[in-house]
């Protein structure tokens, strides 16, 4: 089996939303990126995981168009990222969400205000719409109304979250990117998150781009896995093709210590 070709989950043809390929990434001497390829469809939950320090959040500061690239290409909505007029980029850009692995919110403005942030800078909205839209987001993401004049260091790291969530959804978009959503919470917090995302996911038709080093939310709600080493995407698929691999790092990922439990039970 290709692991690149046009095969969506399920084996049917599928529309491919990102596709990037031969991608060089450096910083100096420092090849991050080298030679990668990987496709995400439209309507997935892809998890991208990897060890600490090999580029996840490179990879997808790229894909934002948020670090320079040294070679390769990439094709988001079908469209070559480096072919864009700023005006396109621009458009382009609006059709995403992203909650950062760091600062998912601006501690100096309430969660109302952090909402509204991304409308206030590409959209026309009188301000009591943009309150009742930030309301609505808000309630999207499991917060309650009284949130919304919090300042982030007044909520809990899960609510922080959910608040980064619907930041990354104030602009209405098909596609989010997640590095690394549950990182920080307690298992339970954890769980709920991904519940959330995937509950958001199937409701409002996402596509999701999930960076995670958390396995139980591979087998909650991720379709497909992309694992990262050296520089390439060296698998990606269903989790348990994955799983059945024997590539030495996707054995040692998954069924090193902290994974023990992949080898004996699969998802319930
Ligand atoms: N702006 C930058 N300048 C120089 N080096 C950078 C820069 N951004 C990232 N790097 C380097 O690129 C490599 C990949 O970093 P990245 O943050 O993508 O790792 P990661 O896979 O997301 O790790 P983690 O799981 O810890 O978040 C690291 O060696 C990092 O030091
Ligand atoms: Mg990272």
Redesign the pocket.
């Known amino acids: 089996m290709s692991f690149f070709d046009n095969n969506g989950p399920g084996g049917a043809t599928a529309d491919v939303i990102i596709s990037v390929r031969d991608l060089i990434v450096g910083?100096?001497d420092?090849v991050?990126m080298k030679g990668l390829d990987l496709d995400v469809y439209r309507g997935e939950v892809l998890g991208f995981v990897?060890?600490?320090?090999?580029?996840?959040?490179?990879?997808?500061?790229a894909i934002l168009g948020l670090?320079p690239t040294r070679g390769g290409s990439i094709r988001i909505f079908g469209r070559d990222r480096d072919s864009l007029a700023p005006a396109e980029r621009r458009a382009l850009e609006q059709r995403w969400g992203v909650l950062f692995?760091n600062g998912a919110l601006f501690s100096g403005l309430t969660v109302k205000q952090n909402i509204q942030m991304p409308m206030r800078e590409t959209r026309d909205l009188s301000p009591r719409l943009m309150d009742e839209l930030a309301m609505l987001k808000l309630d999207l993401v499991g917060l309650k109304p009284d949130a919304a004049d919090k300042f982030p260091s007044e909520l809990s790291g899960g609510m922080v979250k959910r608040a980064a969530l619907a930041r990354a959804l104030a602009l209405d978009p098909e596609l989010v990117f997640l590095?690394?959503p549950t990182s920080g919470l307690d298992p339970i917090g954890a769980a709920e998150f991904d519940e959330l995302i995937g509950t958001l996911q199937k409701t409002l038709g996402l596509t999701v781009f999930m960076?995670t080093?958390d396995l139980d939310s591979l087998y909650a709600i991720c379709d497909r896995v992309a694992a990262?080493a050296d520089g390439k995407v060296i698998a990606a698929g269903p989790l348990d093709t994955l799983l059945e691999s024997d590539h030495p790092w996707l054995r040692a990922y998954f069924h090193g210590a902290r994974g023990g439990r992949f080898a004996a039970k699969g998802p319930d």
């Not at 990897?50 to 500061?61: A, F, M």
């Open positions: 910083f100096g420092k991050v990897g060890g600490s320090g090999q580029g996840k959040s490179v990879l997808t500061r670090v692995q590095d690394e960076v080093h990262l």
